[in-house]
């Protein structure tokens, strides 16, 4: 998953992983979680985190490199907020040296609607699910029931350093990636149901091109 803040990758990565029934891998909820347990390396991610600077390309690479070791990946994997630099992009394809091609999915949403929806998010403080934007504020997680909160990185100045840096260092993986097969813009200003599809269908001729033994 290619985009900005609020384009939709997380809430898109679990539709996508529930529905292929392969793991969702994000770097930000490994990276909030390991804060959380205040391990050593999300203790040093949580400032950066919460000011909206990247981590090292060091730690991100190891975190996915880690993860991608693991079984449960084998029939694939979502990736979600990795990578977002262009060094983070040259070792996943080393990682995937051997595997079916990487799909990008680059979701294209208005700089003026992302900056509406991550001021409006809330997001489960318990498993880190966002709420439905689309039903009222009951407090509550709908998954696990857990109490919403806000996240310190979508305060409006932070957010506005998120877009920069997004602009700076992760939109570059645009041109990275564009003359692949298995490159796909998806308009992410349409509803939930339609951006949903439109990633199902980018998959299928994917795969498609994966079977026919095309990078
Ligand atoms: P996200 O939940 O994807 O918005 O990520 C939240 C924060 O975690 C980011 O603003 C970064 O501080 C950090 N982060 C997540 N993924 C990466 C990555 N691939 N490289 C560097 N920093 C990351």
Do not use: W
Not at 81 to 91: K, L
Not at 107 to 128: D, Q, S, W
Not at 175 to 181: A, I, S, V
Request: with cysteine; charged share 25%; net charge negative.
């Amino acid at each position: 998953m290619l985009g900005p803040p609020g384009a939709g990758k997380g809430t898109h990565a679990s539709r996508l992983a529930r529905h292929y029934h392969v793991p969702k891998i994000s770097t930000g909820d490994i990276l909030r979680e390991s804060a959380a347990a205040g391990t050593q390396l999300g203790l040093e991610a949580r400032a950066r985190i919460d000011q909206g600077h990247l981590v090292s390309d060091e730690v991100a690479i190891a975190i996915v490199r880690e993860r991608l070791s693991r079984q449960d990946v084998a029939l694939g994997f979502i990736l979600d907020g990795f990578p977002r630099t262009v060094g983070q992009a040259a070792a996943l394809d080393e990682m995937m040296e051997g595997r079916s091609p990487l799909t990008v999915l680059h979701i294209v949403v208005p700089v003026e609607v992302l900056v509406g929806r991550l001021h409006a998010r809330r997001v489960c403080g318990v498993c880190g699910t966002n709420a439905d934007p689309t039903k009222p504020d009951v407090g509550v997680c709908a998954s696990c029931g857990g109490a919403l909160v806000t996240r310190a990185d979508d305060d409006e100045q932070v957010v506005r350093n998120r877009l920069q840096i997004y602009e700076d260092r992760t939109a570059p993986l645009v041109n990275y990636y564009q003359d692949r097969p298995t490159f796909f813009t998806i308009d992410g200003n349409v509803s939930p149901d339609t951006v949903a599809g439109a990633m199902k269908d980018a998959l299928a001729s994917a795969m498609a091109v994966a079977e026919g033994g095309t990078r």
